[in-house]
């Protein structure tokens, strides 16, 4: 598996105002058959961006032009619901590097880390200030530091910080997935099976 490195990024930001949004209108179950990562993107949001006949519904977000970039933006426990890896897979695909909300689900925070995907914890305070960023501007601009463990809103200099498990920051760094990551401590495991013979 292939995830490229997390650097420090400035960008613009998708709001999805809907708080308790789970994995089943993430990606619906439907689209489950492949079991490749790839294709995802595709049907992310999929029974909110298209109508019955398959048109675009102009008023969600992710189909409102005004809006674009590498950061989704959520209300309150997203990535609730089942337990589905593909959820963190189209929002990926999709082209999202991170997530931000107030609240995550367990199962989806760990299957986003996982697949290189950053879900960013803020406050609920935070999170508004983010949501009446964006509808005041909706190109405005937000800068994601994983080495400072930071969020910031660029037009007011407004930061808030977020917890990171120290490995799993490691991994984004680096663009290691779990295999990856003993790949690269080869010579220690070597060594350390060495000692012990």
Known sequence: MSIPKFVTFTSGAVPVEVENIDTDQIIPARFLKATERKGFGDNLFRDWRYDASGAKIASFPLNDARYGGQILVAGR???????????????ADYGFRVVVSSFFADIFRNNALNNGLLPIRVSEEFLKAVFDEIRHDPKAQFTVDLDNQTLTVVSSGRSEGFEIDAYKKRCLQNGYDDVDYLHSIADRIAAFEAARK
């Open 77 to 91: 426990n997203f990535g609730c619901g089942s337990s589905r890896e593909h959820a963190a897979w189209a929002i």
